[in-house]
């Protein structure tokens, strides 16, 4: 066991006498300083302020991903120059955003996206919060029209309906040259020049012409790109089936390589009304037999270029026909056609032809010129694919030729 040490005896005046303790320990200088104050409060500052901004953060962070107000998905155009001011308002009005306008911008600045907004047509989704719809219009995210050019249209048909469609903007220079365009369906934003369509049309023809051409029939008739765009247009004019394309680039083909005259009304019609395409009225007999460049009753071989602008599928059946020995098709009735490699064959089907017409129409209209019957010619009744009644013809002397074909389908022709 540890003992305490003595106590020393105090007397009794001391011991009443109160005991003194020592000095607190003098302040440092150095922490009286100002600077060390003024540091403490910056720090303080300093902590308290990345406390306001983690709440600030916070806040943001929520606020910009929060759900948006739209109901529905909305398509909403900027316009070019529209400041992110002009863009708040324009949102707003839409519904896009809220009524806190102040959000949208602040959003802006703190996701620095104010110099990538971009003017354009955009679709926004159903409650898309203001980081989405930031996010669209600096990614320039622009809905993209489907515009659909139909085939068998002529270069001057396809201007005209690319100045009547409003999605595109200025004006084309000159009208392109026949056969050149690829019709198909093109994706566009709103605003896209015409002139800009017109190029991106030429650009597919050309690309796909070249690939078509490669990997043609060795002992196709045609000696370059153009004669094959050229006898792909006829095809294109002459069916409106998909199945038959092949078959009557064959009778054209045959009939090349024959030196027989082609014979085809679409041929006739395009030298007389050019680029506008449609005649209006049935085919005269006089014009059957009016020289021109055009006219395959008159000329050999093809004519100096296309008649329209083919699209994929004649200019596919131009460079592989089908392996077959017809010379002669003729309308069957029923929107396709009949096809034979003997005039006496093809007379029997245009006799058919003749019964299920008078079948169904009792009444015709006579053409101008008061033409004979015809023999080996379809009914006037029957109409190609630019929707012209052809007239009746007079039988070949020499050379029997081509019937022309029936009705294309009516919805080839219509741009969606």
């Known amino acids: 066991m540890t003992e305490r040490p003595p106590i020393s005896p105090r007397s009794p005046r001391a011991a009443l006498e109160p005991e003194q303790v020592p000095p607190p320990p003098k302040r440092s200088a150095r922490v009286r300083s100002p600077l060390v104050i003024a540091g403490n409060a910056i720090i303080t500052i300093v902590l308290i302020g990345m406390l306001g901004v983690g709440g600030i953060y916070v806040y943001g962070k929520q606020k910009i991903e929060a759900p948006g107000p739209l109901r529905e998905d909305k398509i909403v155009n900027i316009p070019a120059r529209a400041g992110m001011g002009d863009i708040a308002d324009i949102l707003q009005r839409e519904g896009v955003i809220d ?6 911008i602040g959003s802006v600045l703190a996701l620095k996206a104010r110099a990538g907004l971009k003017p354009g047509e955009y679709e926004f989704q159903k409650n898309a919060s203001l980081r989405d ?20 249209l002529t270069s001057e048909q396809i201007v005209a309906r690319l100045s009547e469609n409003e999605i595109f903007s200025g004006t084309i220079r000159e ?22 369509v017109i190029q991106r049309m030429q650009q597919a023809q050309k690309r796909l012409l070249a690939e078509i051409w490669e990997r043609r029939t060795p002992d196709v008739p045609v000696k370059t790109p153009e004669q094959l765009v050229t006898l792909a247009s006829i095809i294109e004019k002459e069916t409106g089936k998909a199945d038959e394309r092949s078959r ?30 449609t005649l209006g009225r049935p085919i005269k007999r006089s014009e059957i037999t009016q020289p021109s460049p055009y006219n ?10 296309p008649i329209a602008n083919p699209g994929r599928a004649s200019l596919e059946a131009a460079a592989n026909p089908a392996r077959t020995r017809d010379l002669f098709f003729v309308a069957d009735g029923t929107g396709g056609h009949s096809f034979t490699e003997t005039y006496e064959q093809h007379q029997k089907n245009v006799a058919r032809l003749r019964t299920m017409e008078k079948q169904i129409q009792n009444d015709t209209v006579e053409p101008e010129d008061d033409p004979p019957p015809p023999v080996a010619a379809p009914a006037a009744t029957d109409t190609d694919a630019t929707g012209e009644t052809p007239a009746a013809k007079p039988a070949p002397r020499k050379r029997p030729r081509p019937a022309r074909q029936g009705a294309a389908e009516p919805s080839r022709h219509v741009v969606q």
């Not at 719809?133 to 068998?152: A, M, R």
């Open 99 to 104: 009524s806190n306008r102040l959000a949208f």
């Open 133 to 152: 719809v930031i996010g669209t219009i600096v990614e320039g995210k622009v809905v993209q029209h489907s515009v659909t050019i139909p085939e068998g």
């Open 175 to 196: 009208i392109p040259r026949e056969g050149s365009l690829l019709p198909e369906t093109y994706k566009f934003p709103r605003g896209t020049s015409r002139q800009q």
């Open 248 to 277: 009557v680039a064959a009778v054209f083909v045959n009939r090349l390589k024959q030196k027989m005259k082609l014979q085809s009304d679409p041929t006739i019609i395009y030298g007389l009304v050019g680029g506008k395409g």
């Open 296 to 305: 395959t009753y008159v000329i050999e071989g093809l004519p100096p270029g």
